[in-house]
Every structure is written in structure tokens, then in C-alpha cells.
């Protein structure tokens, strides 16, 4: 009998270990959080939005929240009541620790798991890229040096810096090829990678990450870049015009066309307008064109960007919300904005991803001989 129960008691472990391997929980501990504040699991959904999927009620500074397994291999964040700051992490088998305290949410350490340390350990390498940054400039802000002197240091340090991070993104990879944060860190770098880049990129991990979120999201992208990279017809598309009429990209054909995706909101748009409209007053004479795609959902705000910043020259919208999920930008695989494309007179891609003194520099290369 004493035998009987033995075996039992073994049984009852056996299925309480089993039920514990098949949780992913999150147990966390912020201080200056007294009495009772809400937490949000929030799941990103697009650029600018996010969904909250659980809530729970933080008592004192502690809480849990237990993640289904149909959530797992993502990044969430959880966000406090009305703080502004959240905390991310990754959810997965096992038990998760989140330590903070509501003064500095976003210095929260969260750990007890592979993917969260290791992503653990990014943040505080991010945070020491982020204070040399901040040293450099600052030396640099406080020289005697001239403005353009400076401007040429300051984007040396953010090349040296991105390279680093770059390099710890790719070691990760390297190191371990079942990473979800290595994955994400691709995935987060996804408007700055081309589509033979990503098919690289995605030849670094195991097979059994083919069915996780960023994984099929990379593979899209690339399956979009290939349809959009130079070389290839430009997809053709209709917007609304300023005047309520309708214009086709198609209709451009004839002459080399600068094609760019903006938005009034977008300030690095707005200050890319300055090269753009450079390149049209030289070039427009001699065969160029601009064509200028927004994704702005609210007309009034369009057409005053457009006047505020003296843009001549052809200008379409959808006028539907969603920015880069309405279906033009779709189609162009936009991930961010300003992005720009360059196109010849019979409709094929001559470039993309140019800005700025790169674009002068290629569009002025075009008509140097004519």
C-alpha cells in the first residue's frame, strides 16, 4: 500500500511537471507602484498601434500574467496604468522575471529564460552604445571645430556605432540559430534590408522557425523587394489626385521619375522635400518628373503640407487610414518613410532607397550627358 501511494505521489509530480512545462508566466516586481495599477499586454499591430491582449491589476508591485502558448515566439510589451514607458519581452516556455521600479520603467531587467536573457543582455549592451553616443557628440558639440567639420564626425559616429550593432545582431545569429531575438533585431532592421539580404539573412536560422511571426514576415518582405528592385517594371497603381481626379503611375511614362512616398506627419519627409524639389527644378526641363505618393489619411493636412513646402509638382493619395497597410503602400513593401524609388522613361526601376545627396548625386549622373 505504502508502495501503491508512492507511485502516486510520483504520478501527481510527473503531471504538475509536465503542466509547468507547458507555461509561459511572467512574474514581475516594480517598485513606487503602491496600492493597485493595471498592466496591459500589448502585442504591436503596425508602425504606430498596438493591442492589448491581457490585463491584469498590480497590487503593491507585484503581478502575473500567464501567456496562452498560441502567443509565444513574440515580443510584447507590458505597459503600467498611465505610464508612458513599457517593458518588453519575449514569451516563451518557462517562467519569466520582470524587476523595475515606476521612475525608470524602461531600465526593468527581465530575465529567467533563454530569449529574455539574452535580450536582457542587448538592452544593457544598447544602453552602453547609447551613452557612448551621447559622450561623442557631446565632444564633438563642444569643439571649436566648424559646422561642417561637425556634421561629418557626427555621421561617422553613427556609422561606427550602427556597425556595432550590427555586429552583435550577426553574432547572435551565428551563435545561435534557433534565436527569436536575432530574428526580431532582422525584423526590427526590415526597411533597411534588401531582398537578397533578407534571403541570407533567413538561410542563418533553423527550418523550425519558418512558422514564427518575423520569419514569415522577413520571407514576405523579400517576396515584395524582388518585384520592386531595380531592374523590374515598376508596379503600376491609380491614387486620387488634389483635384479629386485620379492619376496612374503608368501615366509617367515617357519621362525619368523620382517616386516618393511621404506623409505631412513624417518629418524626415518633409525635410528630404529640400533635395526633391532641387532635383525637379534642375532636371524638369531636360525630362524629369517627381510624383509624390502620401499616406495620409486626412486631405486638409495633405494639401497644406503641400503648399507649406512649395511642391510643385505631381502629388497623389489614397486618403485611407492605415499607413503603411493600405494597399499602394503595400505594394511598394513600404516600412518606413521617406522611400523613394527612380524610374525610367519606359517604366523600370533604376534605383530605390536613395536620399538626399544620393539622390542629387544619381538623378544629376542621369542628365550629365544630355
Not at 25 to 35: E, I, L, T
Not at 149 to 165: C, H, N, P, S, W
Not at 193 to 215: C, G, M, S, V, W
Request: negative net charge; aromatic residues 10%.
Amino acid at each position: 500500500m505504502r508502495k501503491f501511494g508512492g507511485l502516486m505521489y510520483l504520478l501527481c509530480m510527473l503531471i504538475l511537471s509536465s503542466c509547468s512545462d507547458d507555461v509561459c508566466r511572467v512574474d514581475g516586481k516594480m517598485s513606487d507602484f503602491p496600492g493597485e495599477t493595471t498592466v496591459y499586454l500589448l502585442r504591436r499591430t503596425g508602425e504606430f498601434t498596438r493591442d492589448t491582449l491581457i490585463q491584469t491589476v498590480m497590487k503593491d508591485g507585484s503581478f502575473r500574467v500567464d501567456i496562452p502558448r498560441d502567443l509565444w515566439g513574440e515580443q510584447y510589451s507590458l505597459k503600467f496604468g498611465d505610464k508612458r514607458s513599457s517593458v518588453e519581452f519575449f514569451a516563451e516556455q518557462g517562467n519569466v522575471r520582470v524587476e523595475g521600479n515606476g521612475k525608470t520603467i524602461y531600465d526593468a531587467e527581465v530575465t529567467g529564460t533563454p530569449e529574455n536573457d539574452s535580450w536582457d543582455r542587448y538592452q544593457k549592451f544598447t544602453r552602453e552604445i547609447s551613452r557612448e553616443r551621447s559622450r561623442l557628440m557631446k565632444e564633438i558639440g563642444g569643439s571649436a571645430d566648424p559646422d561642417s567639420v561637425k556634421r561629418v564626425k557626427y555621421g561617422q559616429i553613427f556609422e561606427t556605432l550602427d556597425a556595432k550593432m550590427n555586429h552583435y545582431r550577426d553574432s547572435l545569429a551565428q551563435a545561435d540559430v534557433n534565436s527569436v531575438v536575432a530574428l526580431f533585431l532582422y525584423y526590427q532592421s526590415l526597411q533597411l534590408l534588401k531582398h537578397d539580404e533578407i534571403d541570407r539573412t533567413l538561410e542563418k536560422f533553423t527550418p523550425q522557425l519558418a512558422d514564427n511571426r518575423y520569419y514569415k514576415e522577413l520571407k514576405a518582405q523579400a517576396d515584395i523587394l524582388r518585384k520592386i528592385a531595380p531592374g523590374v517594371m515598376a508596379p503600376d497603381f491609380e491614387v486620387k489626385t488634389v483635384d479629386d481626379g485620379t492619376i496612374k503611375l503608368s501615366s509617367f511614362r515617357g519621362k525619368y521619375l523620382v517616386l516618393d512616398f511621404w506623409a505631412s506627419w513624417c518629418a524626415p519627409c518633409r525635410e528630404e522635400t529640400v533635395y526633391i524639389k532641387d532635383i525637379y527644378n534642375k532636371f524638369h526641363d531636360a525630362g524629369l518628373d517627381v510624383f509624390s505618393v502620401s499616406l495620409d489619411d486626412k486631405k486638409a493636412a495633405w494639401l497644406k503640407a503641400i503648399e507649406e513646402d512649395g511642391m510643385t509638382w505631381n502629388h497623389g493619395c489614397q486618403l485611407l487610414k492605415g499607413g503603411k497597410n493600405t494597399p499602394v503602400a503595400q505594394l511598394y513593401g513600404i516600412d518606413g518613410i521617406p522611400a523613394i524609388w527612380v524610374i525610367d522613361p519606359e517604366g523600370k526601376i533604376l534605383a530605390q532607397g536613395l536620399k538626399r545627396e544620393e539622390l542629387v548625386a544619381f538623378c544629376t549622373g542621369l542628365f550629365q550627358n544630355k
